[in-house]
């Protein structure tokens, strides 16, 4: 049996302590707050979107950096793993559009409950308001087993243990990081797993906010701030190439945009719009082709003859963007609708199809879904989570450098890798 330190009570550390727990393991998980998955908490809007109920093929195409790193930990622990975690202990769930899964009561505080229940039933010991300083290695020791030798001279050392803030040393076979990013930092994800990364020899790639709102110049967005967009198309370009092109919802807020669509494109654009601003195109009526929607606002347009032009949009636009539209198609609002030219008419049509914004630039952390970048995965065995650098010491979740899209990938992720690094942890001394 080894002592087994898991830093982080969140996603990521719950899932691995059970893991390790179960393989028979002593297992010691400390969070830093007062109480365990501040995150998971708020993730879903207060629902958690706790997975995407899909094959590992598509769960691969969700992530956005170091895909093929997640092959080995995906199989190991898919959706439908997840799912059957958290049913076998008790909590029942369901599946939304787009293969988005939630706990039936639509509470993620039954997440939390289920991952705690399950860690006090396999026997962890679960040390709140317990901040971990550092984690503590020491040189490789020599093994009597020749192959084992073999392999312990790839790590250049051992894990031995972690330091408290209290200036406490806990004495540790296996270390499993689970710290989260750098997002939303009441949470509790400050960033201290990148912090032990480094200082225990690996390297650790660029962090910037990712699935985040993003600001967008002028007054347009704070003219429509609360308006919500449903079943519309972006498009995102830099002038000449198109960046992102993408269906579904969006939202306007005093500073510009957010809301599912957003956040998604903010992942894909980001690196771009760091240089300059992007063109952002809102088709509001993606389901109609030009001549189409020609035709259907000239139907509006018939019905409604002596009518002025501002009172004629109802049927076509939420009640907040009419006067915007007005504006914008430079049509003016009291001329009657029998006296408004093709070209005017032409004018309302573009701009229905292409709703332009100018994107500047993305919120920052507080804002953020979550952190792009972290610990180099290229130090880490993909099959294991083990560092190839210091034996016995694991990362596990976000504190890695790897992220998905919306959609409940990013949990998964946390499921796959926690539990491949909690089930990996080998009886003390026999650990390659
Ligand atoms: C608003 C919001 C909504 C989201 N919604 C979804 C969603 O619906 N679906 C989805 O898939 N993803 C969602 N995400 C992303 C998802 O929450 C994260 O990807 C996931 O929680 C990462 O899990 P983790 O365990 O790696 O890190 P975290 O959940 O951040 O957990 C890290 C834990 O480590 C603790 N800790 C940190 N440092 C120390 C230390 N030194 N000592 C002791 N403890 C420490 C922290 O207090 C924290 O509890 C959302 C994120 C946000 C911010």
């Not at 993730?43 to 790193?69: H, P, Y």
């Not at 599946?95 to 509470?107: A, K, L, W």
């Not at 606002?297 to 004629?312: D, G, H, S």
Request: proline letters at 3%.
């Amino acid at each position: 049996m080894s002592r087994v330190a898991v830093i982080g009570g969140g996603a990521a550390g719950m899932m691995a302590a059970v893991a390790a727990a179960h393989n028979g393991h002593q297992v010691s998980l400390y969070e830093k707050n007062e109480k365990l998955g501040k995150k998971i908490y708020i993730t879903g809007k207060g629902r958690c979107n706790l997975t995407n109920d899909c094959e590992v093929e598509e769960l691969l195409q969700a992530v956005c950096v170091n895909r093929k790193f997640l092959y080995s930990a995906f199989y190991g622990f898919t959706s439908q793993d997840t799912i059957a975690f958290f049913e076998k202990q008790g909590m029942r769930t369901k599946t939304e559009r787009g293969n988005r899964v939630f706990p039936e009561s639509d509470h993620s505080s039954d997440v939390i409950r289920a991952l705690s229940e399950s860690m006090k039933r396999c026997g962890v010991n679960v040390m709140l308001e317990s901040e971990v300083e550092a984690v503590l290695c020491g040189q490789a020791e020599g093994s009597a087993d020749a192959a084992q030798r073999k392999e312990k001279a790839a790590h250049s050392s051992r894990i031995r243990g972690i330091r408290l803030r209290s200036g406490q040393e806990i004495c540790a076979d296996a270390v499993i990081v689970a710290t989260g990013g750098i997002s939303y930092r009441a949470t509790g994800s400050t960033g201290d797993g990148y912090r032990f990364a480094q200082e225990t020899g690996h390297s650790v790639t660029p962090l910037s906010p990712s699935l985040v709102p993003i600001e967008t110049q002028g007054d347009w967005a704070k003219r429509l701030q609360g308006l919500s967009l449903r079943n519309i198309e972006i498009r995102v370009t830099d002038g000449k190439k198109e960046l992102f092109r993408g269906f579904g919802e969006m939202m306007f807020t005093h500073f510009g945009v957010t809301g599912p669509l957003i956040l998604t494109a903010s992942s894909q654009i980001q690196k771009k719009l760091a240089g300059h601003p992007l063109d952002l195109y809102i088709d509001l009526k993606p389901a109609l082709s030009q001549e189409q929607l020609d035709a259907r606002i000239l139907r509006e347009f018939e019905a409604a003859k002596n009518k002025q032009f501002k009172n004629v949009l109802g049927n076509l636009f939420p009640a907040k963007l009419i006067p915007v539209m007005i504006e914008r198609s430079m049509i003016p609002p009291e001329k009657a609708v029998h006296d408004i030219s093709r070209e005017e008419r032409q004018r309302l049509v573009a701009l229905t199809k292409q709703f332009p914004l100018t994107l500047t630039r993305l919120r920052d952390y507080n804002e953020a879904i979550i952190t792009r970048g972290g610990v180099s995965v290229k130090e880490i065995n993909p099959a294991t989570m083990e560092s190839k650098k210091v034996a016995g010491l694991y990362f596990a979740g976000e504190v890695l450098d790897l992220d998905a899209v919306t959609g409940g990938f990013n949990l998964q992720i946390a499921w796959s890798t926690g539990y491949a690094a909690g089930s990996s942890v080998m009886q003390e001394g026999t650990d390659h």
